[in-house]
């Protein structure tokens, strides 16, 4: 046992007879033992090392120069007077083992590192040195040097005493560096020997390529499949020496080109187009007409604009007039939500014979969304009208624009100026699509567009649309509407036959007036359909049997308590209130307008979320109230120290508009000579200082709100006479119009007769 100062190595591993070089202060010792140390775990067995230099390092430091010269045990441990540890050495110089136990070992080892200098590219200087060492433990020791073994496999070949075993160790580390070595290389060269592969297999394809071209055996070719269906496809001129330049392009090109997929779906896009293919239209106008009617109850307008284009269209053809191409329909069908708009798009394509596509343009604020990309973008694709045409087949089907009123614009551009082009029949034979880059006749497409409002359309697209307005429908059209399409529809999606529930015009008609309020008929199918599911919950159920007649109480039991009512009579029972009529985006309506003075001040007071223009309508109202109290029975005096209040209900919705001039003019006209309105009139017109009524927009379907609330007298101005005749005539029928050209003529309509002084006999 020797006492040796303990010098601990931090993850490092020193073996006998290596020489390092240490930054530690070791005194005057000149033998040390290095034990490597782990996370304060020291190990076993350490190294016996000699001191053979001291060297001070720049900035007063210190470090010494060692030499390993054998194993030691390290045992018990203690400190000097200056804290330095010493520990009792067991020292273990390694011994000579019999040559027959470590010959084949030493061979084995030898070769399996030489093998790895090998393919670790060796230069031959440590291959001598190996072979310079003949001693079996200092051989062992070797495999310390190696940077592939982890610190704990050299702490176990450190502490490993017998040379045999030792030696056995180092030979299985080394087998294990070896495997690991090859598969790296196999990997190595099967990388390479893929890069190879392809480089060889693109020269040979390119050979191939040149070889067939010179046998002419190209035919099965991507070129030649291209060149067959540009042969049989029936392309303009244009269009094909457009196709035949691209596939040159692509032919001079190859395959393997970076551009040649963009070239080879420019042209699938090209023959997608079906170029020359045509419906074949049903020229015949009273069967067209007949499928409308079976489709759609009402909309004349609609249905005699497609049967007067059909009629025209076989006059031409019949007589042998060549087509005009700047004669194309172009339809647009303005009106409130659920009126039809959409679905008659389908019946018109029907009636025709031909395609249907729908494009919904909501939202859409990308320019290329109807004209396309160019090409050089990646991922580039035709606009909606090529896909269109793709999707259906033909070159003149029936495309719906819908939504065309909701078309947004952004820093992209504005969809709704490349629609110019598009609907306008003088000019959409020559479309060009961004992406295609030729000519696209759009001539023979008719065109239906669908909007809720037109003051939302741009004023140059909206120049060319031929506008048909849908100002709702009428109570009974719902109930034939509801009868005829909306009942056996919801039947059958709620699984009942029509031999199990039943009902009757009365009972729809209160559903139509109770329950909804509408222009068109999307409400009135959804009360319907819940009827209905109450109706099947209760069949399948047992809860009942069928047949089952739908009554005013099925009715009431799934719907609930009535959501509508007609309140005219009601609200215009007390001077100051004035029934109106209004257009609304879904529609018409019937609002009120109340007034009412206070004494004090003079000065007038309006709510209601009224807008400027009915702000302004309301000051006029009451300023020719005013000027003209005299002609209208009132006295100066009722107006002066009073404060007056026009109010239009409800609060929550915004107003606006001068339609209801006359409206609120009447109501402060009741409101002074104690006359209520007649609860049986509505009235619409404008109004000015002189007393004058104005013409109104809008008045069919104001007409149909006021029928729908069950007035009877509608005041309406002079010149909008002519326009009663939009009004359907069964509600012409019901309802007594009275134009009127002055406030006065308005009063005499609108007011209850004023109470005559009765006389009593004394």
């Known amino acids: 046992m020797s006492k040796l100062l303990l010098v601990p190595l931090d993850d490092i591993v020193v073996f006998p007879n290596m020489s390092v070089t240490l930054t530690v202060d070791v005194g005057d010792e000149e033998r040390v033992l290095l034990v490597p140390k782990h996370e304060g775990e020291y190990a076993k067995v350490g ?7 001291t060297v001070r390092l720049p900035g007063g430091g210190q470090a010494v120069a060692v030499n390993g010269l054998h194993r030691a045990i390290a045992g018990a441990a203690e400190t000097d007077s200056s804290g330095r540890l010493f520990v009792e050495a067991d020292e273990r110089p390694d011994d000579e083992p019999p040559r027959v136990k470590i010959t084949t070992l030493e061979t084995e080892y ?65 087998r294990e560096r070896l495997a690991l070595l090859q598969v790296r290389r196999r990997i190595r060269e099967d990388v390479n020997a893929g890069m190879e592969k392809q480089q060889r297999e693109y020269v040979l394809r390119r050979q191939l390529d040149s070889i067939r071209k010179e046998l002419g055996e190209d035919e099965t070719s991507v070129v030649e499949e291209f060149r067959q269906k540009i042969a049989e496809s029936a392309m303009p001129d244009h269009v094909r020496e457009q196709a035949e330049r691209e596939l040159s392009r692509f032919e001079r090109m190859g395959e393997q080109s970076p551009e040649s997929q963009t070239i080879r779906s420019y042209l699938d896009w090209l023959l997608a187009v079906p170029w020359g293919v045509r419906s074949e239209e049903r020229l015949d106008p009273q069967a067209t007409r007949e499928i409308l009617d079976a489709d759609h109850a009402g909309l004349e307008d609609v249905k005699d604009r497609i049967v007067e284009y059909i009629a025209v269209r076989k006059l031409r053809e019949e007589r042998g007039i060549e087509p005009d191409k700047k004669s194309g329909a172009i339809l647009t069908l303005i009106g409130p939500p659920g009126t039809g708009k959409t679905s008659i798009g389908e019946s018109i394509a029907r009636s025709l014979n031909r395609e249907f596509v729908r494009m919904s343009l909501g939202g859409v604020r990308d320019e290329a969304e109807i004209r396309g ?26 495309i719906l624009l819908d939504e065309v009123d909701k078309v947004g614009a952004d820093w992209r551009g504005d969809p709704s100026a490349a629609l110019l082009e598009v609907l306008d029949p003088a000019q959409n034979s020559t479309f060009r699509d961004h992406y295609l880059d030729v000519e696209v006749d759009l ?30 429908y009428t109570t009974d059209e719902k109930v034939a509407i509801a009868k005829g399409y909306l009942w056996p529809r919801q039947r059958e999606r709620n699984g009942l036959h029509d031999d199990e529930v039943t009902v009757s015009d009365d009972v729809l008609e209160t559903v139509i007036s109770e329950y909804t309020r509408e222009a068109g008929v999307r409400q009135l199918e959804r009360e319907l359909g819940k009827v209905l599911r109450k109706t099947a919950t209760r069949i399948a159920s047992n809860a009942t049997e069928a047949p089952v007649a739908v009554d005013v109480d099925v009715v009431r039991d799934a719907l609930g308590r009535q959501r509508f009512y007609r309140e005219a009579a009601e609200r215009t029972a007390v001077p100051g209130v004035a029934t109106g009529l209004a257009v609304t985006g879904v529609g018409g309506d019937v609002l009120f307008v109340e007034a009412t003075s206070v004494p004090g001040g003079e000065k007038l007071v309006l709510t209601g979320q009224l807008g400027d223009v009915m702000k302004e309508s309301a000051q006029i109202a009451f300023s020719a109230v005013r000027a003209h ?78 029928h729908a609330a069950g007035l009877t007298d509608v005041v309406i101005p002079e010149r909008n006479r002519a326009d009663i005749d939009d009004v359907p005539q069964h509600v012409r029928d019901e309802i007594a119009f009275h134009p009127v050209m002055a406030l006065s003529e308005v009063l005499d309509i609108a007011l209850e007769p004023a109470p005559q002084p009765v006389d009593v006999a004394l």
């Open 629 to 706: 109290a005299n002609e209208y029975g009132l006295d100066d005096e009722v107006f002066e120290n009073r404060s007056f209040h026009v109010h239009v209900p409800a609060g929550a919705i915004p107003k606006d508009g001068p339609s209801a001039g006359i409206t609120m003019a009447t109501a402060l006209a009741s409101l002074l000579t104690g006359r209520p309105v007649k609860h049986t009139v509505g009235m619409t017109g404008e109004v000015t200082l002189q007393g004058r009524v104005l013409p109104i927009g809008g008045l069919k379907q104001k007409v149909l709100a006021a």
């Open 373 to 398: 990309h160019r090409r050089t973008y990646i991922g580039a694709l035709p606009g909606r009208l090529v896909r269109a045409l793709r999707d259906a087949k033909t070159m003149n089907p029936v």
């Open 110 to 174: 030898r070769a399996i590192v030489d093998e790895i200098l090998e393919l670790r590219g060796d230069d031959g200087r440590i291959a001598a040195f190996l072979r310079s060492i003949s001693d079996a433990g200092a051989l062992a020791d070797t495999s310390g040097y190696s940077p592939d073994l982890t610190f704990e496999q050299k702490v176990q070949l450190l502490e490993t005493l017998d040379v045999v075993e030792r030696l056995e160790l180092a030979l299985s580390l080394q």
């Open 443 to 472: 001539s023979e497409v008719v065109f239906i567009a669908t909007a809720n409002q037109a003051e939302t359309i741009p004023g140059p697209l909206l120049d060319r649309m031929e506008v048909i307005r849908f100002d709702g």
């Open 47 to 53: 190294t016996v090392a000699e001191v053979t230099d």
